[in-house]
Nanobody, 115 residues
């Protein structure tokens, strides 16, 4: 089964930027819809942004205008560029890839926004 590996998390000050990467061990990754989710302590996991195989993007209202999702199919990678980060963005960020009945989750990467 294909695996997803997230990277790029870390500690950043409010107002700063981070770029997360989700890389798949699947040559047909371009056919998958991919979403970035986050889960803060004590809260439910929520969808942040998603991109389908056609490149159509969608964002949670809370991140519109500040986050950008993109994909590089040649690298089997989906990115999440996060700008103007706020403290409430602190969470574990997960990548989820899906195609028909198959869904794959990554292990998550921690993002901490703090001064």
């Amino acid at each position: 089964q294909a695996q997803l590996v997230e990277s790029g998390g870390g500690l950043v000050q409010p107002g700063g930027s981070l770029r997360l990467s989700c890389t798949a061990s699947e040559s047909a990754f371009n056919e998958y819809s991919v979403g970035w989710y986050r889960q803060a302590p004590g809260k439910q996991r929520e969808l942040v942004a998603q991109i389908n195989s056609a490149g159509t993007m969608d964002y949670a209202n809370s991140v519109k205008g500040r986050f950008t999702i993109s994909r590089d199919n040649a690298k089997n990678t989906v990115y999440l560029q996060m700008n103007s980060l706020k403290t409430e963005a602190t969470a574990v960020y997960y990548c989820r890839a899906s195609i028909t009945v198959c869904t794959i989750w990554g292990q998550g990467t921690q993002v901490t926004v703090s001064s």
